[in-house]
């Protein structure tokens, strides 16, 4: 059995917006991972998860574009963008007519980001948010259920948060998603990465990642693979991101289903894409 990808609008057969040039994005992605004069930060200063920065960065530009509908012109907004293993492909897609501005708890990601990819890409900017977090910033004087940037409403076609869900417990997702709603332009889009803990991936597979063996926190929606460290990996009941999606007047566009639960899959954690209503 394979993960479904589930679109859930679409105006007739039309796609949910223009066809991208497939053979174009595979070329920029290979470019990606060999130009070796994009910036790269060293192994040890990577905060960001494991695996390769430069391949993991170029295959989530494939997803943001694919599944995400991204346009090369779009006023992009990347909330938790760490040290800029995503900002890094976007250099190489984003036109100068579209903008990037990156956010996140860590300052030295975001100072990191500010030597390096700003003085060659003056449309990429970056942030630091004072916003507190178990792991990452944990004298934050921002609380996450506060959470409120300083754009201006409607400021972006396009929101995302990479491994941003995965560790924030419920309460702050509802709160993510809600200051996302009120940056994004009507018809403007919002990507989520997540763990959804549907049937399938309570039943645990064996061929599922060891390495998150999930299990529900009280009544839930949570689901916590340490209890001592709770926000090293947070997954949710099948459903939540709806009821919040729903709740806040937003729609859901697809949702697809990630290979981490033991499913074949074309990408790791699940996708949500979301729009907000013209």
Request: charged share 25%; aromatic share 10%.
């Amino acid at each position: 059995m394979t993960a479904a990808v589930t679109v859930l609008k679409s105006v007739g057969d039309a796609p949910l917006r223009p066809d991208f040039d497939e053979t174009r994005l595979a070329w920029l992605m290979q470019g990606v991972q060999a130009n070796r004069f994009l910036p790269e930060p060293t192994i040890d200063s990577i905060f960001v998860g494991d695996g390769d920065y430069r391949a993991i960065g170029s295959e989530f530009l494939g997803h943001l574009v694919r599944l995400g509908g991204l346009l090369p012109d779009d006023r992009v907004l990347d909330i938790g963008s760490g040290i800029g293993r995503i900002a890094v492909p976007l250099t190489q897609y984003l036109t100068p007519a579209g903008a990037y501005w990156g956010v996140d708890p860590v300052a030295d990601g975001v100072a990191w980001c500010k030597q390096h990819i700003t003085p060659v890409y003056d449309n990429f900017r970056f942030d630091h948010i004072d916003v507190a977090h178990h792991i990452y910033n944990p004298k934050g004087a921002i609380k996450g259920e506060a959470l409120r940037l300083s754009f201006e409403p409607e400021s972006f076609e396009f929101i995302f948060m990479v491994s941003v869900a995965t560790h924030l417990p419920p309460r702050e997702i509802a709160a993510y998603i809600r200051e996302a709603r009120r940056l994004l332009v009507p018809g403007g889009r919002l990507f989520i990465t997540a763990f959804i803990l549907d049937e399938v991936a309570q039943r645990a597979l064996p061929q599922r990642d060891p390495r998150l063996a999930f299990k529900r926190e009280g009544e839930g929606p949570a689901w916590l693979v340490d209890r001592t460290a709770p926000l090293s990996a947070v997954g949710f009941d099948d459903g939540f991101f709806e009821r919040v999606i729903q709740g806040l007047g937003l729609s859901l566009c697809l949702k697809s289903l990630g290979h981490w639960r033991g499913q074949k899959a074309a990408h790791y954690q699940d996708i949500l894409v979301v729009e907000k209503k013209g």
